[in-house]
């Protein structure tokens, strides 16, 4: 099983709709994030949680929401699905060492707003 | 503004060659760099890292310089390959590592036969 799995991997949904996209780990990392990835835009900070209490913006963060349920999980809602949030997502975990520090990615989401 | 600059959309190389990718960063803050590695329909995977302590890191055939003067990064790979064929990310991150990442917008290379 993958460390970082991300649910749907494909997901087609009509604007207005609201829709949430999962992620859950195994690696038992305290901190998450999740990204949209655009062409040529790279990749986007959404939200991030550095533990279950917390959570905080990224630098795209309206019309998004999350909810960091467990330490294991962590999911992101599109309330009322627009057209321009159509992209790849990545959820993403971490853990502070000290040393070595670097994210483990989700193999995403492709999220279609017609 | 865009802290992490990937200037260079896309680069193509001769298999055997080397392949040069370059970041420049803003922020003096950033002590901490990292290179990704995407291929399609997966997501990014950790390369190679460098601490602001040191001006080079290498890794099989994977070499990151650091010229913190200029507030420049580059990753070399030699010899390339057509597996080495993905996109490639530079972020950065301050406090030593301990900061989220801001991510460059990447480079596709792609190592011809």
């Known amino acids: 099983d993958a460390d970082v799995t991300q649910t749907p991997r494909n997901r087609i949904t009509k604007t207005g709709k609201r829709i949430m996209l999962e992620c859950s780990q195994t690696k038992g990392h305290d901190r998450m994030y999740w990204y949209r990835q655009d062409p040529g835009l790279g990749l986007r900070l959404i939200y991030y949680s550095f533990d279950v209490k917390d959570i905080n913006k990224g630098e795209i963060s309206d019309g998004y929401s999350v909810s960091r349920q467990a330490q294991a999980k962590f999911s992101l809602s599109l309330e009322s699905a627009i057209p321009n949030q159509t992209a790849l997502y990545f959820c993403?975990?971490?853990?502070?060492?000290?040393?070595?520090?670097?994210?483990?990615f989700g193999s995403g989401t492709r999220l279609t707003v017609v | 503004d865009q802290q992490v600059k990937q200037n260079s959309p896309s680069l193509s190389v001769q298999e055997g060659r080397i392949s040069i990718l370059n970041c420049d960063y803003t922020n003096s803050m950033f002590d901490y760099f990292l290179w990704y590695k995407k291929y399609p329909a997966e997501g990014p995977t950790f390369l190679i890292s460098?601490?602001?302590?040191?001006d080079k890191n290498e890794d099989g055939r994977f070499t990151v310089f650091l010229n913190k003067s200029a507030k420049h990064l580059s990753l070399h790979i030699v010899p390339s390959q057509p597996g080495d064929s993905a996109v490639y990310f530079c972020?950065?991150?301050?406090?030593?590592?301990?900061?989220?990442?801001?991510f460059g917008k990447g480079t596709k290379l792609t190592v011809n036969p």
């Open positions: 460098i601490s602001s302590i040191k």
């Open positions: 993403a975990t971490s853990h502070w060492t000290g040393a070595n520090y670097g994210y483990t």
């Open positions: 972020a950065a991150s301050g406090q030593g590592g301990s900061e989220k990442l801001v």
